[in-house]
């Protein structure tokens, strides 16, 4: 499964950068807004730092602007994947970009009725937003579920199962077990995946008996 982190904060993508563990970086509006950046130079400096596909979205909501900021993202690196809501004109678009080869991010997706949509118009991922359906009372993993079982029945679907709106670990856990590609993942969300008491509890007990030891490795 790759992991992407979905966030804009430079910070927090250097130091995951550094684990090895970042296979690309997603960023919408929101998270772009809360870095109180300018878009252009933040993506820029995430690709920088990031060889994966780093998703920049487009703000337009109309199809020729959606193509004409597309232009401007996708000018500032090759690793730049345009993110564009499923609506009609972002699916009409997501087949424009990809047919000339960019990588493109569907958004907002809350049904498999759209999943399949732009997996057809050309999606390189599909972004289901689990923790916003939890929110409102449904199971954002059984989207999940349903979207990778239809994706799988169509060998010639090469649209990438992106989990999104990930709030905790077992949501990231339940998308291994059914088998999506991708998670983005909140930096926060990340690190509480290293932990666990028994490690805490375990690696003070060695430290402590090696202290009785007296030793020093080297
Ligand atoms: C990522 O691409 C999405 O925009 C993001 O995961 C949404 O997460 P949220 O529901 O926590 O805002």
Not at 15 to 41: C, E, M, Q, W, Y
Not at 110 to 127: E, P, V, Y
Not at 183 to 195: E, H, K
């Amino acid at each position: 499964m790759k992991f992407f982190v979905d966030t804009a904060e430079i910070a927090d993508i250097r130091d995951l950068a550094a684990t090895g563990l970042l296979d690309g970086v997603t960023t919408n509006p929101s998270l772009i807004a809360k870095s109180g950046r300018n878009i252009l130079d933040v993506i820029a400096e995430i690709c920088a730092i990031v060889p994966g596909p780093v998703s920049a979205e487009v703000a337009a909501t109309e199809y020729a602007a959606m193509l004409k900021e597309a232009a401007v993202l996708k000018a500032i690196a090759p690793n730049v994947t345009i993110k564009v809501p499923l609506t009609p004109d972002g699916l009409k678009a997501c087949y424009a970009l990809s047919q000339e080869g960019t990588m493109v991010n569907v958004t907002l997706c809350f049904s498999s009725a759209q999943a399949l949509l732009a997996a057809k118009a050309g999606a390189s991922f599909i972004s289901p937003f689990v923790g916003r359906l939890d929110d409102i009372g449904q199971n954002g993993m059984d989207l999940i579920a349903d979207i990778v079982q239809i994706y799988n029945n169509y060998p010639a679907i090469r649209t990438e199962v992106l989990v999104a709106s990930i709030r905790n670990p077992i949501h990231l856990i339940e998308a291994a077990k059914i088998g999506a590609d991708v998670a983005t993942i909140p930096p926060s969300v990340i690190r509480q995946l290293y932990n666990h008491p028994l490690t805490s509890s375990g690696l003070a007990a060695f430290l402590a008996d090696w202290a009785k030891t007296g030793q020093t490795i080297g």
